[in-house]
């Protein structure tokens, strides 16, 4: 039964960015707070990024991904909220007290007033390269993700996609590879504009409308490959040293499809409230779907905002509508003072 465990007001499901920062929020509110994640470590999708730059987020000059995942973890951390790894949440039940049940493919369960789902796509999975015998080149020269750019300085580099990450890694590398290709099948970019029209006025040689057909190589490497244009059919045939592919992220969404919630497109669709249509299970981030939706890290920590504040209200009808500012906001008071950011004598 579930009377052995132990009742949280607020679980939340992902621990990426909006997870992180839900999380955080979540203490400001003095809710007794759990984060569930799938890997071993919170950090989410933005650990196959740690050298991108991010530069959209309010308040911090351009820093890397490893970076601000980092400062996230700690902030994250700040009210110590509990926190469970290597665990996917796949079941869930609502009892008649109106509290939840979450099951985890492993068995484990976990007993909460609301949830708050911060899963992004999904467990992530990468979109890999169609060619049959591509991964063998996995081990050595065909990179899903850029982990250091330096490994690539001098080298002559592929890149296969045109997402906010394809352009983002070839802005990065044009200064210090030999040469970059960026292979696209569309005309138009996905990146942000200022960062395409950065890469299309550089030395980065774009080829639209184009894929990659073929991988040539000896033994586990790379050494050719060959480019297509997806309407003519004419080809090139390129020298390579690395090959980089992001086709995006292919997310395993099956259990909340189970679930019963109200879906479109692979995400959760939410209300004002970020509240789904089960009364209490609110989604913040990439997961959520709702009018006018920013799909940028800076906005999924107003979903996150939003959605604690309203679990904040399902629990209690009485309290304040929205949490304090922080510098008003008695949570912070002696841990200002910890910091000597405050005086005994002055007010917050």
Known sequence: MFEDLELYDVTIIGGGPAGMYTAFYSGMRDLKTKVIEFNPELGGRIHYYPEKIIWDVGGLTPVTGAQL?????????????????????????RLDNGNFILT??????????TAILCMGYGVPKMAKLEIEGADRYEVTNLHYTVQELEIFRGRRVVISGGGNSAVDWANALEPIAASVTVVHRREEFGGHERHVAQMRQSRVDVCTLCGIAELHGCGSCIEEVTIAHLETGESIRLPVDDVIVNHGMRADLDALKQWGL?????????????????????AAGDLAQYPNKVRLIAGSFTDGINAVNNAKLRIDPKADKVGYVSSHNERFKERNKALGLVGDEQKI
């Open 104 to 113: 985890a493919a492993t068995g484990e369960r976990h007993y909460t007033k």
């Open 262 to 282: 109200e879906m479109n497109e692979g995400h959760v669709v939410v209300d004002e409230k970020m509240e789904s249509n089960i009364p209490g299970i609110f």
């Open 69 to 93: 995942m980092q400062q996230l973890i700690q902030q994250a951390q700040t009210f110590e909220p509990d926190l469970v790894f290597n665990q996917q949440i796949t079941g869930l039940e």
